[in-house]
Every structure is written in C-alpha cells, then in structure tokens.
C-alpha cells in the first residue's frame, strides 16, 4: 500500500514539475561528406516560396535584385524533386539575418544600384535566424530567428537522408546601413564590434577588391573582419559551434582566400577537434591548381571547390581545345587529372561546372559558341558525364540540370525553374535532367566512380579515356569531344598501361563490358575499340 502511494505522489509531482527539454541536441550525424554524395547548392530565395506568410514588404519577384520569396517551407515542399534527382547533400545559402535592402550610396563598389541581401551574405546578426525563411508556428514561443528554427529545417532533411551544408561567412559583415546599425545597437553581444574591423583607409582607393591586400582590404567594398584579432577569432569559433549544434552536416566556407592565416590554427585546435566528421569545403575562386592545393594540404579544409576542373572543362569540352589540358597520355604532366598527385585526397574536391559567383550559367556559355541548338545540350551532357565519373564529389548549381541559363549577377540567380514529372513514367519533360537522374544511379551504384584510382588511358586532342577502379569494380570512360564522328575506330589498351594493376588487368581480360548509358557491348581482351560519334561519352563496366 506504501509503495502504491509513493507511485501516485511522483506521478503527481511529475504532472506539477513541467518538463525542462535541453536548449537543442544535435541531430544524429549522417556520414561525413564524401565521394558517395551528390551536392545540390540552392540560392534559398530564388528557390520555392513555400510560406506566403513570411514574406516581407520588400519581396518583389520582378526586381532581379530585391527578395523573391524563396524559403525554408519551399525547399521542404520540393523535397520530392531533390530525392527524384538523387541529391544527398543540399548546400544551402547564409541564413543568418540580413542588412536588408541598401541604399545606392551605401555601397561604394556600385553607388548606382538598390539592392537586396536576399542571396545571405550581407550578415547583420550572425546568431540569428532571417526572417525571410522560417515559418512561425502556432503556440511556439521562440524569440525572432531562434536557431531553432533552422534546426527543424535540418531535422527534416535528415528524416529524408539529405545532409546539410551551412554556407558560413567569416570575412565580412553586410554594408553598414540603418539595419545594420539598429542591430548591432538591440543585440550587441550577438553582432561584430566597431573595433574588430580592418582599416580601410590602409588599402587606398579603389577599395573594391582592386587594389591592396586580399586579405586586408574590402571585398566589393563589404567591411572587413580582422581575424587577426583573439577576440575575434573566439567570437567566429563560438557562433560556429551555435550553427553545428543545429546538427548540419558540413560547412560551406565563403571567401576563404579573404581570411587571416590566424584562423586555421584556432580552427584546428578547436571545431575541427571536436567535430571531426564535420566537412569543410573552402570557396577559393581560383583556377590554378598549386593554390588550390594549399587549402586543403597546409590550411586544412577537407575539400575545396574545384575551379581548375571548371576552366578545364570550358576549355576543352565547350570551347574545343586539346583534351590532353585534362590529362597528358604519358602521365606526370601539368594537366588538371596528373596535378592530382599533389592534393591531400583529390576525390575530396567537389567538382564545378556552374556556381552564383560566375560570370554566366554554364549553359549561357555553351549557346555563345552553339547557340540554342541540340549540339548545345550534348555538350552539357558530355559535361555532366564528366563529371559524374571522374573523381571528386560533384556539385549541381540549382538549374543546371535543366539547362537554365542567365550572365552575371543577378542574372545568373533567376527563380528556379522546375520541370514537370509525367507521374505515368516517372520522367520529366527535360531530357536533360532525365539524362542527369541516370548519371547519378550510375555513380551511385559504382563504389569505383565515388573512390576509386583515376588512371588516364589515352588522350589526343579529341579524345579522353580512363579507368576508374576500386576493389571488384572498374569502370573505363570514354570521350570523343569532336564535333563530328570519329572517322575511325580506336583501340585503346589496358594491358600494356604500366599504371594498372594485374589484378585489375586479368578481370579485364575477355570481359564483355556495357555502355551503362546505351546498353552497347564491347569486347575486352587487354584493349578494345572505340568509334563514339561526336561530343559523345560512353561509361563501359
């Protein structure tokens, strides 16, 4: 009788006590970015307006600078389309709240033009949520732009097994206008003090980016973050850990040649620790590889985005020059695949073929040498193909999968434009992404395609062929980047590669291997012969 009672007094109690749930728990950790994925890269408010609710009187979808809506909802809606298309990893723009829209004379860089922070890089408040891209729901009693809110976007995501890539920026703060300084004013523990920012005046004019040290002086005219300073290092690394907590997956490090060397090492003493499988990707907008190479082998970072491969690829597959830019057939050479051997881990990089920061979408640059035409499409096939086989982690810019095009900011930001599913055959009215979704199962079905060695077969200058191979896997990919058919056929050798392994060499002898695209078969008996029609790839296993 005793034990009874004491059972209803606890239960009593626990009725009275309300139960104290923890601030935010780290969602379980899908696996660290790797060559298994493939990244998606949304410009969150040129995506989906899926909250009518949360719009702001400055949306205005026929101002290609102003806010168009676009939102966490949304994303949440075309969760279907992403998984359609094989996604694995969604790299997301900064959802840090924004400076809003700036006047004409507030940036120095473009004092002829109004605009918006709607792309997330013009931070006010890095610890807070923008109001622009969470829903509020009924009864929550969260403060304005609560992590939390962004921690249920990423929950969902990973209910779907779609990891998160946070895009952070450390170097700048948005323009300093009367949003900004009403922020810094409400939330001053939260926002980057007066005294932590680099000295303009030593940069001269202009300070554009143009003159001065990369480091030191203004981007685009963006007040410049000191990380030089302790103090500021500390704040960066605090607020990192508020975002990780969120429970993300990787981060997406902007302007990362812009930032002091000081950095790393506090980096690497502290985040990169105690979150080792957490990824990070460095935005270095170059395109030589030796400084590429120092991100990921002296600073650190896991991967880098790789624009070496992006200049390679227009070079060769759009504007026609010799494939051997992309690897010499003797090997050792300072082609793109042979300065391999310098990275850390080259099938850590994440490949490039179209990005925000560019000057055009890819596709606008593929119609300035075809024009709209179906060889235009085969070109950007042949690039996708290429890119879903060679090593590295490949990276889609939203829209590319569906041939849109647009030039230089903000043109190249337009609203997403989805295609439409034939719910019969489960295809879409676009034969490019129905080409894309096709190139995904195959690399995801290919451990040799997410890992494996790349060894160069044969190169000339219109054609490129190599093997990828890992464990019991081979795969061997093969471009004829001419316009016209190969006039002949090819015989391209595997047992007299000195780069191959016999054990590979015997599993590829007397094997019949199929065009995964095609259904085709050729016969393997330590070479075999090729005869691709022009700008064509075939993916042989």
Known sequence: MKRFLVSIFLTLIM???????????????????????????????RWFDGDLENNQNDVNK???????GGDFAGIIKKIPYLKDLGVTALWVTPVYRQIGEIDPNVNPCDPNTTSASYHGYWFSNPYRVDNHLYTKHPGENLEEGDLTYFKEFVDILHENQIKVILDMVFNHTGYHNDAYFAEVAANPDETIKDEWFNDPSLCGIPICGVAGSQIKCALAGLPDINHDLVDVRDFF???????????????????????????????????????????????????????????????????????A??????????????????????????SLFDLDRLYRDPNLLSTVTDNHDLSARIMSIIQNVYGDTPQAEKVMKLIFGLQFTTRGIPKIYYGTEVGM??????????DMQFPVKDLNTGEYDNDLINYLIKLVEIRKSSEDLQFGTLTTLYSDQFIYAFLRHYGNQESIVVINNGNEAMPESLSITIDGNANIPTRVKERLRDKILIDRLTGDEYQATGSFDIQLDGKDIIILQ
């Open 405 to 414: 095009v647009g030039g230089k900011d903000p043109d190249n930001r337009r």
């Open 237 to 307: 690394i605090k607020n990192t850990e508020a975002w990780i907590e969120t429970g993300i997956d990787g981060i997406r490090l902007d302007t990362t040649k812009h930032l002091e060397d000081a950095l790393w090492n506090d980096l690497k003493q502290t985040i990169w620790s105690k979150y080792p499988d957490l990824t990070w990707i460095g935005e270095v907008l170059l395109y030589d590889v030796e400084t590429l190479v120092s991100y990921q082998n002296d600073d650190g970072l896991d991967s880098v985005f790789d624009f």
């Open 309 to 334: 491969f992006y200049q390679a690829i227009i070079d060769t597959l759009i504007n026609n020059q010799s494939m051997t830019l992309l690897a010499s057939p003797f090997g050792n050479s300072n």
């Open 62 to 68: 026929d101002d290609p600078r102003a806010y168009h």
């Open 15 to 45: 009725l009275i006590i309300p139960v104290v749930k923890p601030a935010m728990a780290v969602t379980s950790p899908l696996e660290a970015i790797s060559g298994k994925d493939v990244i998606y890269f949304v410009l969150i408010d």
